[in-house]
């Protein structure tokens, strides 16, 4: 694997060999010889690594995602994110891994293609798609001769600890935005990464495409080895096994906004998690009105009246980017500033939707900020002018005027994520320097006299996970125990995310089987859409091209780091995070585990990262 070191400080440029089977694989290697786990998260020393798998440019799909690997200034230890679709046009750049390393002057465009590296410096604006329109603009050339894509930070980077990377793909000769190819790396903060430690604004990948091994582009032996595997062709093991994605016909839609509203009704956490206190027939009610109003008006659209579907920007058949009126929905960033927050309105979470996205903000993690920040007013642990909004939300889900509520709900979110970028209140400030475990804690000493008449903590209402003294990170939108046990990488789907329950020791290895299945396709550059038919095959692809697949002995290394780092996961701190556990045990009839005190919670906890150590270890 050819690896480019990037000074921005000195703008000096070092190429390497290394021997890694793929960019998940050299980061750890490179984290490893620089003993970053000694450094704070945003130190200049600290290489942010991008990088694509070993199958792009041939005959597979699905199989061109950008990697990042960064150590998060949200958990404090190592985190993956991924940006689909962006391999297509870096695998021209002329290496298949990029570490970026010291600290510009300014903020810093950085232009890769063909192995030669350039630098600019950028006005990093209020808008992350206006930078990449300002890019264009500036560097037509560059683009139209490479054919390139922009991969940049919004204005949240550099004054937020969960700024995300953004990139749009571009018809490279009009310039224009190509419809459902915006994409974000954004868990755990890769956009403060790369701004704040290193003031890098934008990356611009480009260059003559070709594959990295002459075997992916050989359909031949690409069919043969599925007929062997799976007894089917490539294409139609493919089709069978995206179906969720592209469009599923027994339920009349698709991709993960289509499917998951009909899929998991009742289990939809709403109200920052409060809906897990709801009994179900409640629940159901809720899930009614949320299909109505939040789910029908986007089928109706993308299904019913039009097929308004694309790709991420690599040519792949799965089609499941579903493109609203020119915006495109995904389940997870639509329920952020949706449900999750108090919204049952489609269209009213478009607009929030498109300000995270503009300003470069995690779309998940800012649906927990401001269900977080909500829920505090609610509760009178603060005001609504302490958190820069108008009026006091309508938090309680009992009772809830869905059309008008909603409207309110959304308004107020736009007015404190903007707040939250700007650091319009001391508290914003607050929450946007430290996040909200930190934060947190800073509250309930500010306002211990809040915190005594109420009878409610700060962190008690946020769901997270914790690692070490200060990170943490925020659950992906499943009431799914997985989703906050004591994983190494948590925030994306390294764990067992499906909402059921089981005793700890049988938890940890479903999840943690689950966890480097997801980190062999992260390492491969392998959309997540398409595990169903690369998980089976994935190491015959890997012998097809002549390289040797990765052992879990890759997991290992994240876990060592975050021992090293101070970051490993930590007993949970909020209640409700506990709440999330004990209530859908309680949900599916698990009768040997009631939760009746924290001695309980604590001992399934531990339980469980004993068990994960155990086979951590092992491997």
């Given at each position: 694997m050819i690896l480019l070191e990037i000074d921005v400080e000195k703008r000096e440029v070092a190429k390497r060999e290394i021997s890694a089977t793929g960019p998940v694989d050299a980061a750890l290697q490179l984290h490893r010889e620089r003993e970053t786990w000694r450094l704070d998260p945003l130190s200049p020393q600290i290489p942010v690594v991008f990088g694509l798998g070993p199958f792009v440019g041939g005959r597979l799909y699905g199989v061109h995602r950008l990697i990042f690997v960064f150590k998060s200034p949200q958990s404090g230890t190592l985190h993956v994110s991924a940006l689909g679709g962006a391999a297509y046009k870096a695998m021209g750049m002329g290496a298949q891994a990029v570490a970026i390393v010291g600290k510009a002057e300014r903020p810093t465009a950085v232009f890769i293609a063909g192995g030669q590296v350039s630098f600019t410096e950028v006005e990093v604006g209020k808008d992350a798609y206006s930078l990449i329109r300002r890019l264009y603009e500036s560097n037509r050339e560059f683009f139209v001769a490479n054919d390139a894509r922009a991969l940049v930070v919004g204005p949240a980077a550099y004054t937020t600890y969960?700024?995300?990377?953004?990139?749009?793909?571009?018809?490279?000769?009009?310039?224009?935005?190509?419809?459902?190819?915006?994409?974000?790396?954004?868990?755990?903060?890769?956009?403060?990464?790369?701004?704040?430690?290193?003031?890098?604004?934008?990356?611009?990948?480009?260059?003559?495409?070709?594959?990295?091994?002459?075997?992916?582009?050989?359909?031949?032996?690409?069919?043969?080895?599925?007929?062997?595997?799976?007894?089917?062709?490539?294409?139609?093991?493919?089709?069978?096994?995206?179906?969720?994605?592209?469009?599923?016909p027994k339920i009349g839609t698709g991709g993960t906004f289509g499917v998951n509203y009909p899929h998991y009704r009742d289990l939809l956490p709403l109200f920052g998690y409060k809906s897990i206190y709801m009994p179900r027939e409640e629940r159901i009610k809720h899930a009614d009105?949320?299909?109505?109003?939040?789910?029908?008006?986007?089928?109706r659209e993308v299904f019913e009246k039009g097929k308004s579907w694309y790709n991420c920007g690599e040519p792949c058949p799965v089609v499941c980017?579903?493109?609203?009126?020119?915006?495109?929905?995904?389940?997870?960033?639509?329920?952020?500033?949706?449900?999750?927050?108090?919204?049952?309105?489609?269209?009213?979470?478009?607009?929030?939707?498109?300000?995270?996205?503009?300003?470069?903000?995690?779309?998940?993690?800012?649906?927990?900020?401001?269900?977080?920040?909500?829920?505090?007013?609610?509760?009178?642990l603060l005001k609504p002018e302490e958190v820069g909004i108008g009026e006091r939300p309508a938090f309680d889900p009992l009772q809830f005027r869905p059309k008008e509520d909603s409207r309110l709900n959304a308004k107020l979110a736009a007015e404190l994520i903007d707040g939250l970028v700007e650091h319009a209140t001391e508290v914003l400030a607050l929450v946007a320097k430290l996040g909200i475990r930190r934060a947190a804690r800073e509250l309930e000493r500010r306002y211990k006299d809040r915190v005594r008449e109420t009878g409610v903590k700060f962190r008690d209402l946020a769901v997270y996970a914790a690692f070490g003294t200060e990170g943490y990170m925020t659950p992906n939108f499943y009431w799914a125990p997985?989703?906050?046990?004591?994983?190494?990488?948590?925030?994306?789907?390294?764990?067992?995310?499906n909402p059921t329950f089981m005793p700890p020791e049988d938890f940890a290895?479903?999840?943690?089987?689950?966890?480097?299945?997801?980190?062999?396709?992260?390492?491969?550059?392998?959309?997540?859409?398409?595990?169903?038919?690369?998980?089976?095959?994935?190491?015959?692809?890997?012998?097809?091209?002549?390289?040797t697949p990765p052992s879990p002995a890759l997991y290992r290394e994240f876990a060592y780091y975050a021992k090293l780092a101070g970051a490993e996961p930590m007993p949970w701190e909020s209640k409700r995070a506990r709440d999330l556990v004990s209530t859908l045990a309680k949900e599916l009839g698990a009768k040997d585990w009631q939760f009746t005190d924290f001695d309980d919670y604590y001992e399934w906890w531990t339980r469980f990262k004993e068990q994960l150590d155990r086979l951590v270890l092992s491997t």
């Open positions: 969960n700024g995300a990377i953004v990139s749009v793909d571009i018809e490279a000769k009009s310039g224009e935005f190509k419809l459902g190819s915006e994409d974000f790396a954004a868990r755990g903060g890769p956009g403060t990464a790369l701004a704040q430690g290193h003031n890098v604004a934008a990356v611009v990948v480009g260059g003559p495409r070709r594959p990295l091994h002459e075997k992916v582009a050989d359909a031949e032996a690409i069919n043969q080895l599925f007929k062997q595997k799976m007894g089917k062709s490539y294409v139609e093991v493919l089709n069978e096994k995206t179906v969720k994605y592209r469009y599923d009105i949320v299909l109505e109003l939040f789910w029908r008006p986007f089928q980017k579903k493109v609203w009126r020119g915006k495109k929905v995904d389940y997870e960033s639509f329920h952020a500033v949706g449900p999750f927050i108090g919204n049952y309105i489609f269209e009213e979470a478009v607009p929030p939707v498109d300000k995270i996205d503009r300003l470069g903000l995690d779309a998940i993690e800012m649906g927990h900020v401001v269900a977080w920040l909500f829920d505090a007013v609610h509760h009178g997985g989703l906050v046990a004591p994983m190494y990488i948590l925030g994306r789907y390294w764990s067992n995310y290895k479903s999840s943690y089987e689950r966890a480097v299945a997801e980190l062999y396709i992260d390492n491969a550059g392998i959309c997540r859409f398409h595990r169903g038919w690369a998980e089976p095959v994935l190491s015959d692809l890997y012998k097809l091209i002549g390289l």
